[in-house]
């Protein structure tokens, strides 16, 4: 399986993203968006977004579905409030389905995520596709 083929065949299946933004830009405003939106800072607030967007629906999804109770939620809600945590909660709700929602009570003040270090001459297994 190589996943960067995967990647690009779900790129060209989306087709061209909404225009942003949605009015031509002029002087200073082309500087400006540049400055803001090409930072580290974007990307870092980016991403948190995306994480909390992907614990919020879990979560009601699985509350509305029956597979966790209030009492399990409020559990949960610590870990929500720094963004390793939500990083490694987002992670894990991404590779499991809510039927698996309580387990992620097992994993309450679980490890940060940790960079994965290749063994030397592995392969690769991820290629990063610029957007």
Do not use: W
Not at 44 to 51: P, T
Not at 76 to 87: D, H, I, P
């Amino acid at each position: 399986m190589h996943l960067d083929k995967i990647i690009e065949r779900i790129d060209r299946a989306f087709g061209e993203a909404p225009a942003f933004p949605d009015h031509p830009l002029v002087g200073r405003d082309i500087e400006v968006l540049g400055h803001v939106l090409g930072g580290d800072s974007f990307q870092v607030y980016l991403q948190d977004q995306v994480n909390r967007r992907i614990i919020r629906d879990y979560l009601i999804n699985a509350v509305v579905l029956g597979f966790l109770c209030e009492k399990s939620l409020a559990a949960l809600m610590e870990q929500v409030t720094c963004s390793e945590g939500r990083a490694a909660l987002s992670l894990h709700m991404l590779m499991s389905s809510v039927e698996s929602a309580s387990e992620l009570l097992s994993n309450e003040g679980s490890q940060m995520l940790e960079p994965l270090v290749p063994a030397p001459g592995s392969p690769p297994h991820m290629k990063l596709v610029p957007s």
